[in-house]
T-cell receptor
Framework: KAGVTQTPRYLIKTRGQQVTLSCSPI?????VSWYQQTPGQGLQFLFEYFSETQRNKGNFPGRFSGRQFSNSRSEMNVSTLELGDSALYLC???????????????FGPGTRLTVL | GENVEQHPSTLSVQEGDSAVIKCTYSDSASNYFPWYKQELGKGPQLIIDIRSNVGEKKDQRIAVTLNKTAKHFSLHITETQPEDSAVYFCAASKSRDDKIIFGKGTRLHILP
């Protein structure tokens, strides 16, 4: 079974631009979560989607948004990029059901975003 | 909201010795505590987890202990090997519906 895939793997943008990252979960997984990983802050939760609906949200500004499609693939968008948005963005899928997760998260390799 | 503190941030141990990583959490309602291992260039991978109705869980060289009263849990790796070198994250979640909050990670170096 194929793992979680993320595209692109590397991205360089300049301040003020916007970016869209893509995540394809493991087949059969309906929950997709996004995390930002930085050396100083570790892994920070952005949001979780289940059945095309945002189910949980972290403490990030509205510039960070996401969506999930009917095939469970998910995209994350960051508008008006800032230098501090440079990070590794990780996507994770799980077998979480309609009433929640608490289950194993399967992570993709991440997208390394650099903002200049 | 939930806060997870993890110590130490870096740990170096001699190959064959044991390594211990400790975490504390703030929300007494937390009841699911996974540990993830992240190798260079890869996403984190679950290595062991424990739920609040259990005090200890072991899987070969890896064990996790949970003290609900003190709100802390620990990862123990015995007979460390070079392939154990990685970054380890602890995490906590309040319920099956809630998000998982991660600690800031511990970089473990196994010295030859």
């Amino acid at each position: 079974k194929a793992g979680v895939t993320q595209t692109p793997r590397y991205l360089i943008k300049t301040r003020g631009q916007q970016v869209t990252l893509s995540c394809s979960p493991i087949s059969g997984h309906r929950s997709v979560s996004w995390y930002q990983q930085t050396p100083g802050q570790g892994l920070q939760f952005l949001f979780e989607y289940f059945s095309e609906t945002q189910r949980n949200k972290g403490n990030f500004p509205g510039r960070f948004s996401g969506r999930q499609f009917s095939n469970s693939r998910s995209e994350m968008n960051v508008s008006t990029l800032e230098l501090g948005d440079s990070a590794l963005y990780l996507c994770a899928s799980s077998l979480a059901g309609p009433r929640g997760g608490g289950n194993e998260q399967f992570f993709g390799p991440g997208t390394r975003l650099t903002v200049l | 909201g939930e806060n997870v503190e993890q110590h130490p941030s870096t740990l170096s141990v001699q190959e064959g010795d044991s390594a211990v990583i400790k975490c504390t959490y703030s929300d007494s309602a937390s009841n699911y505590f996974p540990w993830y291992k992240q190798e260079l260039g890869k996403g984190p991978q679950l290595i062991i987890d424990i739920r609040s109705n259990v005090g200890e869980k072991k899987d070969q060289r890896i064990a996790v202990t949970l003290n609900k009263t003190a709100k802390h849990f620990s990862l123990h790796i015995t007979e460390t090997q070079p392939e154990d070198s990685a970054v380890y994250f602890c995490a906590a979640s309040k319920s099956r519906d809630d998000k998982i909050i991660f600690g800031k990670g511990t970089r473990l170096h196994i010295l030859p």
